[in-house]
């Protein structure tokens, strides 16, 4: 195994072990929100207060894995096109070498065999190419919303029927983007079909 293909390996197994580290943080955030929930039912607001605080960091910790595993991924596709090139350009070097003692004999069938093989190969660097610029080109990193604790606890007391008794009823919960828009979807469904033809 070449330094280009451990490289390879190994960042592919810290992505994994940052999406799961990210899995684990969504968890314990809605273990924090479950906590919240019941001490508003409860009347706690300062216990609640805690909670919430604890959740918001959960979830600020599940974004900043995520973001960092998706740039590792992308680093990730790059090493790998770098790799499947390098594998290419030895097979081309072989034809190539096939080519010449072809030429030296002139044996129509051995030509023949050798170009369909480099076709072939030429084929597959094509497909492998278009799915690693696919591949880096999605590799986009997650945008962090900005939620306080008040406007969380207001969400949570919302949720399970229970009014606050401080000032917090007024705060509304702010709307964050989920996905891509379906102009944005659209767009990104033409890039796709474009990179594939």
Known sequence: MSGLEKALFNLKFTAKQLNRQ??????????????????????HEDIGKIYAQNAIRKQNEKLNLLRLASRIDAV???????????????????????MDQAMKSMDLE?????????????????????????????ATAV???QEDVDRLMSKVADEAGVE???????????????????EEEEGLGER????RS
Do not use: C
Not at 76 to 98: L, W
Not at 192 to 195: E, G, K, S
């Open 110 to 138: 051995k030509i023949s065999a050798v170009m369909d093989r480099f076709e072939t190969q030429f084929e597959d660097v094509d497909v492998a190419t278009s799915y690693y610029e696919n591949a880096t080109s999605s």
């Open 76 to 98: 990730a596709s790059r090493v790998q096109t770098a790799v499947t090139m390098r594998q290419v350009s030895q097979s081309m070097t072989n034809v190539v070498r096939g």
């Open 192 to 195: 796709l079909r474009a990179l």
């Open 22 to 43: 990210a899995a684990k943080a969504g968890k314990d955030e809605t273990a924090e929100k479950n906590k919240l929930k019941k001490a508003i039912q409860q009347h």
């Open 164 to 182: 606050l008794h401080q000032e917090m009823e007024a705060a509304s919960v702010a709307k964050t983007k989920i996905g891509p828009t379906e």
């Open 143 to 145: 945008s962090t919303p």
